[in-house]
């Protein structure tokens, strides 16, 4: 080049060429070397945890973490829709007085949380949809499905759960199914995990214990009861259960309940542990013969409506399959489908309009705790309130005063509510979305 400035600068930049490859080169071989070195240092630890897990025994770390992890997920997951909902609560009380700007904001929080929610099934993961439990008893009888234990699909339900569930009471959908087959997802990768780390091979066999115990876990973690969970279990598998799953299932939702009971005291929403939904009997032999025959009677009458549901559920679905533009929306468009359902459902349960003879603003659990509660209900009818006047405030002390109304009685605001949710029931289910069905059977 030439003397100038410009041929300078040149004629450097192509001696240094060579320099800055080798010394790239060189930095390369010291980042290896450096990443040996601690893959080397780690190494003894490895071998020390391997020989512990081998040591203690392979199982009960496997089931100890698996109750800890779902119980660490389930309470999560209370904690956001519990903040998700006192939101919308406290934005709808913001806006009292304005009765159109209340109704907007009621129906956009539903319609918005259901779209994304049945977003997450459609784009993300489509095996994120329903509730996960026929899946999982076809999985439980041999059958293969493909990524329907992924970590995807495990993210994919987890956010279309929090989005279901924190629509609350209003879209009346459960989280039982969804738990049980985020337990599952949970129970396969962390049994792949502890395979890599123990230096075992997979089994089969293995991967239907674990799975087993992944369906206790996500039952206990839902009502804090293992032995319930163990018994799912056992009716998920249908007709085989082998007798060593026993103690595995009731290990994992033991250590599944626990927690789950343990962490609300760190996290000061309650302070000492208690039972759920207590009861309390005034005479001093409960079961006596008339309360054996009225307990038959409820239970021959639950039976009875739950072959009339299944009965309209059927030619609900065939209805909506038989019309063009419901096929189309159930085939092509399930967020606008979900859109339109929960605009229905969410102005059904409109909570100045038919949602106050109802108890509309109340959530799952408070639906539960106020059933169980040991008290009267219609006391604010007896303190004087006229027909003029509109219910009672909620208070989250106190969520039974949603069930006291001036126009009518507590027992036909039962009745109503019954027959409300049975028909919402029936179109929250046509939704594509993670859901379940057995808290609002329960209910």
């Not at 109802?358 to 659990?365: E, N, P, S, V």
């Amino acid at each position: 080049m030439g003397p100038g400035p410009q041929g300078q600068h040149l004629d450097r930049e192509l001696l240094g060429e060579p320099y800055q490859q080798l010394f790239g080169r060189d930095r390369q071989l010291l980042g290896c070397k450096a990443v040996q070195r601690v893959g080397q240092a780690l190494r003894p630890l490895g071998l020390s945890i391997r020989s512990h897990i081998l040591k203690l025994g392979e199982d009960w770390i496997f089931l100890f973490l698996l109750g800890i992890s779902m119980a660490t997920i389930s309470f999560g997951l209370d904690v956001i829709i519990s903040k998700f909902q006192r939101a919308n609560l406290w934005v709808y009380d913001a806006l009292e007085g304005y009765r159109a700007l209340q109704y907007f904001s009621w129906v956009l929080y539903h319609m918005g949380l259901m779209m994304v929610s049945a977003g997450v099934a459609k784009y993300i993961s489509p095996q994120a949809a329903g509730s996960g439990i026929p899946e999982l008893k076809v999985t439980l009888r041999g059958v293969v499905l493909s990524e329907f234990f992924t970590l995807r699909t495990g993210l994919a339900k987890l956010v279309g759960v929090i989005c279901t569930l924190a629509a609350g009471s209003t879209i009346f959908l459960g989280k039982v199914g969804p738990f049980v087959h985020m337990a599952t997802i949970l129970a396969t990768q962390l049994g792949r995990v502890m395979v890599r780390v123990a230096g075992s091979t997979e089994n089969p066999a293995r991967k239907y214990e674990m799975l087993v115990a992944g369906a206790a876990v996500g039952v206990a973690c839902c009502f804090v009861a293992p032995v319930g969970g163990v018994l799912f279990s056992v009716e998920a598998t249908g007709s085989h259960f082998a007798v060593r799953d026993y103690w595995r299932g009731f290990f994992a939702a033991t250590w599944a309940a626990l927690p789950f009971r343990l962490l609300p005291l760190l996290h000061g929403e309650s302070e000492t542990v208690a039972v759920l939904f207590s009861t309390s009997w005034r005479v001093e032999f409960p079961f006596d013969l008339p309360e054996l025959l009225s307990f038959a009677l409820l239970g021959a009458l639950c039976g009875a409506l739950c072959c009339l549901y299944l009965f309209c559920h059927r030619n609900l679905l065939l209805l909506l399959q038989d019309r063009p533009l419901p096929r189309r929306l159930l085939g092509q468009n399930k967020i606008l489908h979900a859109g339109l359902v929960s605009l229905v459902l969410a102005s059904i349960t409109f909570p100045h309009g038919l949602g106050q003879y109802f108890g509309a603003r109340l959530t799952m659990k408070e639906l539960l705790e106020t059933f169980f509660n040991n008290c009267t209900w219609g006391r604010a009818e007896l303190g004087g309130l006229n027909a003029s006047q509109q219910p009672p405030q909620p208070s989250y002390a106190e969520p039974w005063l949603q069930w006291t109304h001036p126009q009518i009685s507590a027992l036909e605001m039962l009745s109503f509510f019954v027959l409300t949710k049975f028909f919402m029931l029936l179109l929250a289910t046509t939704m594509i979305v993670p859901a379940g069905y057995f808290l609002p059977v329960f209910l």
